[in-house]
Every structure is written in structure tokens, then in C-alpha cells.
């Protein structure tokens, strides 16, 4: 027989969970969502479940189960791989007429968990007559179809209006469109007008709807000051209008992206603002190159700076005397230009120069260079390979760090 779907309201409802191991670990983060009051009964528990209890989530019994859990429980998850417990579980539940989940055995449960995807306010749970396998690969199918606007969901429509008249400022990452958050990829879908710059990932604007109005806000022919404020205006006035602006921007817009100044200039408007952090190309970049920024007994802290101001201009805010006493990894955003000035104030406050350094350019992405230097050296190997903007300075042992563990 075909199961009955049903959403279910567990708002401070008691939820019973029997087992503390790899299933329950996966289920109980979800039941938390829901608002359920969660009693977990084992006498052993994960960390990750450990953690739940610590912070004050979830009630654990630290014991096996006895029929009296069931009491004044709503819903009953058998998230142990033991038949002859899931069988007196099932027999006490079935006595008070309580829904159960077993993860055991399904064709003994009186409930079944479905494959669940999420996207804001839609929730998909498929069920596949209780194979799995299938029940994934079709709700990731739907999933991927809601994440990219393949698939509008009716009954959005709510949503949409409540965007309406507001900006998201959306960290598009480093270059690698698939490194694109969930939530980011779900309101660019939904954008009226996105406001794009040159460091956002390309491939990310062939998904737009046709209808949408697209903002090169690298075209502006300004100065930066000027620039900047031509963008604020563009954000206020679209959303003033009605429409639901995107600001795609690269990284995240809160490291070296002037995010700060936007939602600043939206606020003084009236202008409701979302932030959507990025995956920030400080990290990233270093990572998809095979350099940790940190790494065991090699550097146990790392410092992001801008290098787009030299290091002798009036206006840098960065203490290079204080980085080149560091003895942790020091990772340089824009910083080609001013590459040579920065590695000789390094030097000239105490930085050993034969200190490794990294140049990654266009990181994440099929262009991705790597070039490999010192300190000493590493300003005219960048210009005898030609590297150009965007790309990342990585400074420290950490550049080698994976090759000095082998």
C-alpha cells in the first residue's frame, strides 16, 4: 500500500529517539529545526549528538530504552541496528497508538522518513514505496532544478512579494560557480536585477532568467569613490521600484568587497537588506592550490590583508612592520601590483627572505596558475610569468606545508 504524506507540526511536541550513533546524528538535527522537544535515549552518544546536549537542544537519557519513554511522546525514531529492540520499541508505541520510525527494519515502522530537500520555504520529501536509493536520486533531481530556477515553485508566491523592494548582497565565491551557496543560488533565481563586478563567477549569469535586468557595475567609467556610489544608487532606485536586486559579488561581500558601504547606503534609504556570505577567496583559493593556510606544527594563525594600497601609501591601514614579526601565514587580496613594495617592507622589518611564497591566479577556475617563490624572488617571477589580477599571495611555510608532511 502507498503511505499517506504528511507534514508534521512538532513545535515543543516530545519526539523520542532511540540510539545515539550515525542515524540518529543525521536525524535529530532535523527534528530540532521543526521545534520538536527531542528525548534521546542511549547509552552512548556521538560527539556531534553531544554537542546538541551541551548546548541545552535535546534531553539525553543515558541508558536503553524502557517502555515508559514512550510516554507523552508524539513521534518515535529506532535509530539503533538491533531487530530484537526495535521490536519491544514497536511493541510499546503500537500499545499507545504512537507513530514509529525504524530505521532497522521499514517494513515493521508505521512511519517512513522521506528523502528531504529544502529551499527557504519549500520543503520536497520524496518517498519511493520505500527503496532509498531511488527516493534520493529523484529529490536531488527536484533539488537541483529549485536551486538553479529550473523549477519555479508554485505556491511561492508569498516569498516573492516579501522580496520584493529589498536587496541580497550575494558572495558568489572565489570563481568556481558551483561554490555558490545554496541560499545564494536560490535568490539569484529569483532576482529581478542583478548587479554583477568583474571578480564574480561568469557562468553564474547564463542562468538567469531572460527577463532579468543585468548591472556590469565594472563598466561604470568612474573612479572608485564615484563608481561605488553609482552602484549604491542603482541598488536604492531598483528596489525602490519594486524589484528584488542581487549584488553578486565576488568572495564574500564583507572581506574587501565594500559590502559594509551598500548595506549602508540601502539602510539610509529605507531599503531592506540580506546578506549571503561568500566563500571567501583568502581560504579557497590557497585550498584548491593545496595549501592549508594553517597546518600542525607549521602555522597556527593566518592574517588576510588588502594589498591593494601600497605599503608606503598615506591611506594603508595595514602595520606591515607588525605582519613580517608574524610567524603564521599572511594571505595578500589584491596585492599583484604593489607585490614588489610588499615584499621589500616585509624584508626590510624582519622577514627571512627566503621566507615561501605562492602567487595563485584565477583560483578556482580552469585558469588557475600557481607560481612558487621566495620572498626575495618572488616579485620578478610573478612579472617573468606574466600573472595579472585576480589572484591570491600566500605567505609562509605553509606553501609546502603538504609536501614537507609527506
Not at 568612474?222 to 542603482?234: D, H, L, M, T, W
Request: net charge negative; aromatic share 4%; proline share 7%.
Amino acid at each position: 500500500m502507498n503511505p499517506y504524506p504528511l507534514g508534521l507540526q512538532l513545535d515543543g511536541l516530545r519526539v523520542l529517539v532511540v540510539g545515539g550513533g550515525a542515524v540518529a546524528t543525521r536525524r535529530v538535527p532535523a527534528l530540532l529545526d521543526a521545534g520538536a522537544d527531542v528525548v534521546l535515549v542511549s547509552p552512548h552518544i556521538t560527539p556531534a549528538l553531544q554537542a546538541h546536549v551541551d548546548a541545552g537542544r535535546l534531553t539525553w537519557r543515558a541508558r536503553r530504552f524502557e517502555p515508559a519513554d514512550v510516554d507523552d511522546v508524539w513521534l518515535v525514531h529506532v535509530a539503533v541496528n538491533d531487530p530484537e529492540a526495535g521490536r519491544a520499541i514497536s511493541e510499546a508505541t503500537a500499545a499507545r497508538r504512537i507513530f514509529t520510525v525504524r530505521a532497522d527494519d521499514r517494513h515493521a515502522a508505521t512511519a517512513w522518513t522521506p528523502a528531504v530537500t529544502r529551499h527557504g520555504p519549500v520543503t520536497v520529501a520524496v518517498l519511493a514505496g520505500g527503496d532509498p536509493v531511488r527516493a534520493v536520486a529523484v529529490r536531488d533531481a527536484i533539488g537541483e532544478r529549485l536551486v538553479t530556477g529550473g523549477l519555479d515553485a508554485p505556491g511561492a508566491e508569498a516569498g516573492a512579494e516579501a522580496r520584493r523592494g529589498t536587496v541580497a548582497l550575494v558572495g558568489s565565491g572565489p570563481g568556481d560557480p558551483e561554490l555558490l551557496t545554496v541560499r545564494g543560488r536560490r535568490l539569484l533565481a529569483a532576482a529581478d536585477v542583478v548587479v554583477i563586478d568583474r571578480l564574480a563567477a561568469g557562468l553564474l549569469l547564463d542562468e538567469l532568467r531572460p527577463e532579468v535586468e543585468l548591472f556590469d557595475a565594472s563598466k561604470i567609467p568612474y573612479g572608485p569613490s564615484a563608481a561605488q556610489e553609482e552602484i549604491n544608487r542603482v541598488l536604492v532606485d531598483r528596489a525602490k521600484a519594486g524589484r528584488f536586486v542581487v549584488r553578486l559579488k565576488g568572495g564574500d561581500p564583507y572581506v574587501f568587497g565594500r559590502g559594509g558601504e551598500e548595506v549602508l547606503a540601502c539602510a539610509e534609504a529605507g531599503v531592506p537588506v540580506t546578506v549571503v556570505p561568500g566563500v571567501t577567496s583568502a581560504i579557497a583559493v590557497p585550498s584548491a592550490a593545496g595549501i592549508p593556510v594553517t597546518h600542525r606544527g607549521v602555522a597556527h594563525e593566518f592574517t588576510v590583508v588588502s594589498g591593494h594600497l601600497a605599503p608606503d601609501h598615506p591611506e594603508s591601514l595595514v602595520d606591515w612592520a607588525a605582519l613580517a614579526r608574524l610567524r603564521g601565514t599572511v594571505c595578500v587580496l589584491m596585492g599583484l601590483k604593489n607585490l614588489p613594495a610588499i615584499a621589500a617592507m616585509l624584508q626590510a622589518h624582519g622577514r627571512a627572505p627566503d621566507t615561501l611564497v605562492a602567487v595563485i591566479q584565477e583560483g578556482t577556475t580552469r585558469d588557475q596558475r600557481v607560481v612558487r617563490a621566495t620572498l626575495s624572488t618572488v616579485a620578478d617571477v610573478a612579472k617573468e610569468e606574466g600573472l595579472r589580477p585576480p589572484a591570491v599571495i600566500v605567505i609562509g611555510p605553509v606553501v609546502d606545508a603538504l609536501n614537507m608532511a609527506e
